[in-house]
């Protein structure tokens, strides 16, 4: 929710963590009422989501290159072609490694918008005698870290994205090789 962990999230809440986490995963468990109070009173200080606003949440780890043509390949010696599928096999788990870091990336973002977007509206909710609160203090660090994340890691994603295209058209050009290699041998 908003882009909080579920600790940051128990901590405005004012209840714990366990607490929290049990009211998750336990049906007949509910939130202490002072949590769902203060609970009710952050959701209806949240803004309303634009219907067309898009979901930062949402992977797209399936990067398309357009096919290049491929010179005609030499004869390869047995040694060149058992590198070609070493260099294909590590390409896969590279690729694997690559995706998981992509969708860190998207997520951190995501949960960076999320509270650029939501925790202003509860910071201006908070009761005046709570402004110079411990929790103000934690929501404005919140939408500090939320503005470095943002600034430092915008780009992240699409640097990411190209890598795993490099290597999709590197595996690509591998699998090539090697099956024209096959048809001549």
């Not at 209806?44 to 491929?70: E, G, K, S, Y």
């Amino acid at each position: 929710m908003l882009g909080l962990s579920q600790e940051q999230l128990a901590y405005l809440l004012g209840i714990s963590r366990q607490q929290l986490s049990m009211s998750e995963s336990e049906a007949s468990r509910a939130l202490p009422l002072r949590g769902l109070q203060r609970l009710m009173d952050l959701w209806q200080a949240l803004p309303p989501v634009p219907a067309d606003a898009p979901a930062p949440w949402v992977a797209n780890d399936d990067p398309t290159t357009p096919p290049l043509p491929v010179p005609a390949p030499g004869s390869l010696r047995p040694t060149e072609r058992a590198k070609l599928r070493l260099r294909w096999k590590e390409i896969r788990v590279e690729r694997n490694a690559l995706r998981d870091q992509l969708d860190r990336a998207q997520v951190r973002l995501g949960q960076a918008r999320v509270r650029q977007l939501l925790l202003p509206p509860l910071l201006a909710a908070l009761p005046s005698a709570d402004a110079p609160s411990v929790r103000a203090m934690v929501l404005l660090e919140l939408l500090r870290e939320a503005a470095r994340t943002l600034e430092t890691k915008a780009a992240q994603p699409a640097l990411l994205t190209l890598r795993l295209a490099v290597l999709a058209f590197e595996a690509g050009e591998i699998q090539r090789l090697l099956a024209a290699a096959e048809t001549e041998a």
